[in-house]
T-cell receptor, first 112, second 111 residues
Framework: GVTQSPTHLIKTRGQQVTLRCSSQ?????VSWYQQALGQGPQFIFQ???????GRGNFPPRFSGLQFPNDSSELNVNALELDDSALYLC?????????????FGSGTRLTVV | GESVGLHLPTLSVQEGDNSIINCAYS??????FIWYKQESGKGPQFIID?????DKRQGQRVTVLLNKTVKHLSLQIAATQPGDSAVYFC??????????FGTGTRLKVLA
């Protein structure tokens, strides 16, 4: 499956944070989503074979990396209070077809 | 665990009844649709999907119906069980697998 770390995190406004994800073995695509309380997940960006393959409506202070070993990172700089949310990592094998993304359980980020 | 959605539309059904959860999607170019179930403290869990060249697909106890004319998607759950209580999201995608999620519906199963 997809595992994310840490499960919970508290940061101060202005700080930087790195969230980690270990994708399902063999999956070549990872996407990150932000889910605010009471809302559906919102697409941040997608990485395919270690390159950004698409981006949602998020500012450049949200950045990511994908590594060859099925792991990836989401970095957020200059944290704002509104960045408090559940951050979800999802992996897939692009072109696999009907099985879609497998989501991790997320990292709950609280910015104070 | 934490609540996934505090002010979501809620559907309450009796255990054993059938549930129908509806979703309106936004992009007529979307060609892939998915239903996810999300329990408190967990990530979305894949339930069933459908491509735009189909109008119905069945799984185990679940059926998804797609009406492209009115951009409407529905999830039918047969013989609803207490374990089906969760928030359900529909998502639409076009080719790149960027998912656009709906706002979600909370399903409450009454014993």
């Amino acid at each position: 499956g997809v595992t994310q770390s840490p499960t919970h995190l508290i940061k101060t406004r202005g700080q930087q944070v790195t969230l980690r994800c270990s994708s399902q073995s063999g999956h070549n695509t990872v996407s990150w989503y932000q889910q605010a309380l009471g809302q559906g997940p919102q697409f941040i960006f997608q990485y395919y074979r270690e390159e950004e393959n698409g981006r949602g409506n998020f500012p450049p202070r949200f950045s990511g990396l994908q590594f060859p070993n099925d792991s990836s990172e989401l970095n957020v700089n200059a944290l704002e209070l509104d960045d408090s949310a559940l951050y979800l990592c999802a992996s897939s094998s692009l072109g696999q077809g009907s099985y879609g993304y497998t989501f991790g359980s997320g990292t709950r980020l609280t910015v104070v | 665990g934490e609540s996934v959605g505090l002010h979501l539309p809620t559907l309450s059904v009796q255990e054993g009844d059938n549930s129908i959860i509806n979703c309106a999607y936004s992009n007529s170019a979307s060609d892939y649709f998915i239903w996810y179930k999300q329990e408190s403290g967990k990530g979305p869990q894949f339930i069933i999907d459908i491509r735009s060249n189909m109008d119905k697909r069945q799984g185990q106890r679940v059926t998804v119906l797609l009406n492209k004319t009115v951009k409407h998607l529905s999830l039918q759950i047969a013989a609803t069980q207490p374990g089906d209580s969760a928030v359900y999201f529909c998502a639409e995608a076009t080719g790149t697998y960027k998912y656009i999620f709906g706002t979600g519906t909370r399903l409450k199963v009454l014993a």
